[in-house]
């Protein structure tokens, strides 16, 4: 743990600035839970009118309190914060949680004020958390410093980090309700210095702590983010419900992958790189941290189901297929030793339905019997309210057998009023319980995850030394082309082969003569397409011509194609039209790149053509791309899955995929002048036979294209 956070999590003793005796201000609430919550720390009261509290002295100011203190929780008026501080340096408290309200959420005058906080605590060597946060509760040590109304969460092994204050109270007493509860819970408030990347390793190194959950608004270091947290999840699992969801695209963007970039994608991305789990709902934060902090991870995707009834097996063999995991096949000898076990009409096929009458002892019995079968790497149990025995003597059976287990068992308890009990008595025994066989499902799945992150091995950037990254950047800088922020094709194209992308040989044509001339020396058939940095889509003004066999048809076709574009876009600066070899049939895909304001340079795959946009079957992952990465982005996505072979299509050269995807990677985090590059279509060929950029598109950021204009 880093040494200046050790006051926050283990503090020795803690000075309340702004304990009151009024029990109406939350000064007195405070004070009440660091007196009632069992810290056995020293615990030290400052207000300026003195007094008792607690049966506890209230000393005027900080210089008074006695030691050990080395945590200040500051609740005092937001223009009183700054000289605190002074007060804490000056102490030598070197850690302080802030309470107090009225900095940067509620406008610019609180902004300049928190800004001035943070620079004064920096250099006065204090670490902040808040302001504007509700505080730091450890269940274990035990500790509160928040002003929340009691009673605090339950003991337990999730921890809770939270941008929202107001969600935390929400939180515990949710928790409490299902049953379970927190070892850690950390508000972070408006963040003036400590951050999710700050808090990730500490509360990771709580020995309490088996699973950490984030409720995140955003983050203030996405490659940081990332860092921390992969280093955390390799230890223990990270579940994060990311809210504030951005529902259009990037405005700058001039490509289909800056437009499918948008912020949740960035996210996706970074967390598939941590190895984080996102939710999509508190509901599945909580439902998935439950499993997690209580069940052991499966060695396989193979679920067995069991039930008392047919339509609620069905319903969990659907859920379970939906999941991404599978149905076990269960073995002979298992099936075998169920018949003996249950009536002849039930079923010992998978989902095994033990029928409405089975008792407590048929449910344990089978249970165990599917746990000692090979081939089933978890279970899931579907309870509704039985209609001979209560449902908590079901459970009381099977709890025995899922102690004794060392595979994952959920249960699905279908009801409310006739399973309460059943569901005190599973959580009583940290067995997850859930009110739906599709919620059970899901947490089956993410223990799978989980299992899946563990086994594999870790992965460093993929890079290539033979890349040409100086010859790029000489290329930036001598163009004294005015074309503006896009990269006119024949330089996009050595862009792309300065890093081992192939791409069909074309070159820029100004006339129809320069154009025929052009075709004979790249080799008819050709492609012709019109050149202008403001036309984005070029068949959609109809600035594309395709398989023209000889002289007579290019000289046309320039004329066309110019003709075409001048009508349909006025306003575009035509720079000529670009002629191209044109190259065999075979698959297309979409490969692209774009930088992220937060995350940095991202890689898009996924289906090609004109509709990649309406069809969204594309992935993203952070670059520099490792191996995992690219064979996480064909696998998550149809185009990627189709290089295969599909149908009548033969299997493509995945391998020249993979080689492209892992280049231009390497390419845009090399190349920070870079902002967007777009091959689309990538055209895959069979086997062993390569893959070829068709269309090309490169976008510089702002300053290279600044750059470009100060060159012209």
């Given at each position: 743990?880093?040494?200046?956070?050790?006051?926050?999590?283990?503090?020795?003793?803690?000075?309340?600035?702004?304990?009151?005796?009024?029990?109406?201000?939350?000064?007195?609430?405070?004070?009440?839970?660091?007196?009632?919550?069992?810290?056995?720390?020293?615990?030290?009261?400052?207000?300026?009118?003195?007094?008792?509290?607690?049966?506890?002295?209230?000393?005027?100011?900080?210089?008074?309190?006695?030691?050990?203190?080395?945590?200040?929780?500051?609740?005092?008026?937001?223009?009183?914060?700054?000289?605190?501080?002074?007060?804490?340096?000056?102490?030598?408290?070197?850690?302080?949680?802030?309470?107090?309200?009225?900095?940067?959420?509620?406008?610019?005058?609180?902004?300049?004020?928190?800004?001035?906080?943070?620079?004064?605590?920096?250099?006065?060597?204090?670490?902040?958390?808040?302001?504007?946060?509700?505080?730091?509760?450890?269940?274990?040590?035990?500790?509160?410093?928040?002003?929340?109304?009691?009673?605090?969460?339950?003991?337990?092994?999730?921890?809770?980090?939270?941008?929202?204050?107001?969600?935390?109270?929400?939180?515990?007493?949710?928790?409490?309700?299902?049953?379970?509860?927190?070892?850690?819970?950390?508000?972070?408030?408006?963040?003036?210095?400590?951050?999710?990347?700050?808090?990730?390793?500490?509360?990771?190194?709580?020995?309490?702590?088996?699973?950490?959950?984030?409720?995140?608004?955003?983050?203030?270091?996405?490659?940081?983010?990332?860092?921390?947290?992969?280093?955390?999840?390799?230890?223990?699992?990270?579940?994060?419900?990311?809210?504030?969801?951005?529902?259009?695209?990037?405005?700058?963007?001039?490509?289909?992958?800056?437009?499918?970039?948008?912020?949740?994608?960035?996210?996706?991305?970074?967390?598939?790189?941590?190895?984080?789990?996102?939710?999509?709902?508190?509901?599945?934060?909580?439902?998935?941290?439950?499993?997690?902090?209580?069940?052991?991870?499966?060695?396989?995707?193979?679920?067995?189901?069991?039930?008392?009834?047919?339509?609620?097996?069905?319903?969990?063999?659907?859920?379970?297929?939906?999941?991404?995991?599978?149905?076990?096949?269960?073995?002979?000898?298992?099936?075998?030793?169920?018949?003996?076990?249950?009536?002849?009409?039930?079923?010992?096929?998978?989902?095994?339905?033990?029928?409405?009458?089975?008792?407590?002892?048929?449910?344990?019995?089978?249970?165990?019997?599917?746990?000692?079968?090979?081939?089933?790497?978890?279970?899931?149990?579907?309870?509704?309210?039985?209609?001979?025995?209560?449902?908590?003597?079901?459970?009381?059976?099977?709890?025995?057998?899922?102690?004794?287990?060392?595979?994952?068992?959920?249960?699905?308890?279908?009801?409310?009023?006739?399973?309460?009990?059943?569901?005190?008595?599973?959580?009583?025994?940290?067995?997850?319980?859930?009110?739906?066989?599709?919620?059970?499902?899901?947490?089956?799945?993410?223990?799978?995850?989980?299992?899946?992150?563990?086994?594999?091995?870790?992965?460093?950037?993929?890079?290539?030394?033979?890349?040409?990254?100086?010859?790029?950047?000489?290329?930036?800088?001598?163009?004294?082309?005015?074309?503006?922020?896009?990269?006119?094709?024949?330089?996009?194209?050595?862009?792309?082969?300065?890093?081992?992308?192939?791409?069909?040989?074309?070159?820029?044509?100004?006339?129809?003569?320069?154009?025929?001339?052009?075709a004979q020396r790249v080799g008819f058939p050709v492609a012709l397409k019109v050149a202008s940095p403001q036309i984005v889509h070029?068949?959609?003004?109809?600035?594309?011509?395709?398989?023209?066999?000889?002289?007579?048809?290019?000289?046309?076709?320039?004329?066309?194609?110019?003709?075409?574009?001048?009508?349909?876009?006025?306003?575009?600066h035509i720079t000529g039209v670009y002629v191209q070899r044109m190259v065999p049939p075979g698959q297309e895909v979409v490969v692209?790149?774009?930088?992220?304001?937060?995350?940095?340079?991202?890689?898009?795959?996924?289906?090609?053509?004109?509709?990649?946009?309406?069809?969204?079957?594309?992935?993203?992952?952070?670059?520099?791309?490792?191996?995992?990465?690219?064979?996480?982005?064909?696998?998550?996505?149809?185009?990627?899955?189709?290089?295969?072979?599909?149908?009548?299509?033969?299997?493509?050269?995945?391998?020249?995929?993979?080689?492209?995807?892992?280049?231009?990677?390497?390419?845009?985090?090399?190349?920070?002048?870079?902002?967007?590059?777009?091959?689309?279509?990538?055209?895959?060929?069979?086997?062993?036979?390569?893959?070829?950029?068709?269309?090309?598109?490169?976008?510089?950021?702002?300053?290279?294209?600044?750059?470009?204009?100060?060159?012209?």
């Amino acid at each position: 743990m880093d040494p200046t956070l050790l006051p926050f999590f283990r503090p020795r003793g803690i000075a309340l600035v702004g304990a009151s005796h009024d029990p109406v201000k939350l000064g007195h609430a405070v004070a009440a839970n660091l007196v009632h919550c069992g810290y056995r720390g020293a615990v030290h009261f400052v207000n300026p009118r003195g007094g008792r509290l607690f049966d506890r002295p209230v000393y005027p100011h900080l210089e008074a309190v006695p030691d050990p203190v080395d945590l200040a929780v500051l609740i005092v008026p937001a223009a009183a914060v700054p000289d605190t501080l002074r007060a804490c340096a000056a102490r030598g408290v070197r850690a302080a949680v802030v309470l107090s309200g009225g900095f940067r959420e509620v406008g610019s005058e609180g902004e300049a004020l928190e800004e001035e906080c943070r620079r004064l605590a920096r250099a006065l060597g204090i670490r902040l958390l808040g302001p504007n946060c509700v505080g730091l509760i450890d269940t274990h040590l035990p500790l509160d410093v928040t002003f929340l109304p009691p009673p605090g969460p339950l003991p337990g092994e999730v921890a809770f980090i939270s941008h929202s204050g107001a969600i935390c109270a929400a939180v515990i007493d949710w928790a409490s309700g299902q049953g379970f509860g927190l070892s850690l819970l950390v508000s972070l408030g408006n963040q003036a210095d400590l951050t999710e990347s700050d808090v990730l390793a500490a509360v990771a190194d709580d020995p309490h702590t088996r699973v950490l959950t984030l409720y995140l608004e955003g983050v203030r270091n996405g490659r940081r983010f990332v860092e921390e947290a992969a280093a955390v999840a390799r230890r223990k699992p990270i579940v994060a419900l990311k809210v504030g969801r951005s529902a259009g695209g990037r405005r700058a963007a001039v490509s289909h992958t800056g437009a499918l970039a948008g912020e949740e994608a960035a996210y996706d991305a970074a967390f598939r790189r941590a190895g984080v789990i996102r939710a999509q709902t508190s509901e599945e934060l909580f439902d998935w941290s439950r499993a997690l902090a209580w069940c052991p991870p499966p060695a396989g995707p193979a679920v067995a189901v069991l039930t008392n009834a047919g339509g609620p097996g069905v319903i969990a063999a659907d859920a379970v297929e939906r999941s991404g995991l599978r149905l076990a096949e269960l073995q002979e000898g298992t099936q075998a030793a169920l018949r003996q076990l249950l009536p002849p009409l039930a079923s010992v096929g998978n989902p095994v339905d033990i029928l409405a009458s089975a008792s407590p002892e048929q449910y344990a019995g089978t249970l165990r019997l599917l746990l000692a079968d090979p081939g089933v790497h978890s279970v899931l149990v579907i309870l509704p309210p039985p209609p001979r025995d209560p449902a908590e003597a079901v459970v009381e059976a099977i709890v025995p057998v899922v102690r004794a287990s060392a595979k994952p068992v959920v249960v699905a308890l279908m009801g409310e009023a006739l399973v309460r009990a059943a569901g005190e008595r599973l959580r009583a025994a940290h067995v997850p319980d859930y009110r739906s066989p599709e919620r059970a499902a899901g947490a089956l799945a993410v223990l799978w995850q989980r299992a899946e992150l563990l086994a594999r091995p870790v992965s460093t950037p993929v890079r290539y030394p033979d890349v040409g990254r100086t010859e790029v950047g000489r290329l930036l800088a001598g163009l004294s082309s005015a074309a503006g922020e896009v990269l006119p094709p024949e330089h996009a194209a050595r862009v792309l082969a300065a890093y081992g992308i192939p791409h069909a040989p074309g070159e820029l044509a100004t006339s129809p003569e320069e154009a025929v001339e052009a075709a004979q020396r790249v080799g008819f058939p050709v492609a012709l397409k019109v050149a202008s940095p403001q036309i984005v889509h070029k068949s959609e003004v109809g600035g594309v011509l395709l398989d023209l066999l000889d002289a007579a048809a290019v000289a046309a076709g320039f004329a066309r194609i110019v003709a075409c574009a001048r009508l349909a876009a006025p306003r575009a600066h035509i720079t000529g039209v670009y002629v191209q070899r044109m190259v065999p049939p075979g698959q297309e895909v979409v490969v692209g790149a774009v930088r992220d304001l937060q995350f940095g340079p991202l890689v898009m795959f996924g289906s090609g053509g004109v509709e990649v946009e309406e069809l969204r079957d594309v992935a993203f992952a952070l670059a520099p791309l490792t191996e995992h990465d690219v064979e996480d982005l064909l696998q998550q996505t149809w185009a990627g899955r189709r290089l295969r072979g599909y149908r009548h299509l033969p299997p493509a050269d995945q391998a020249a995929v993979r080689d492209v995807l892992l280049r231009l990677g390497q390419l845009v985090d090399d190349v920070p002048d870079i902002a967007e590059v777009e091959i689309n279509p990538l055209r895959v060929f069979p086997a062993g036979q390569g893959a070829v950029a068709v269309d090309m598109r490169v976008r510089l950021q702002a300053a290279g294209a600044a750059l470009l204009r100060q060159a012209g």
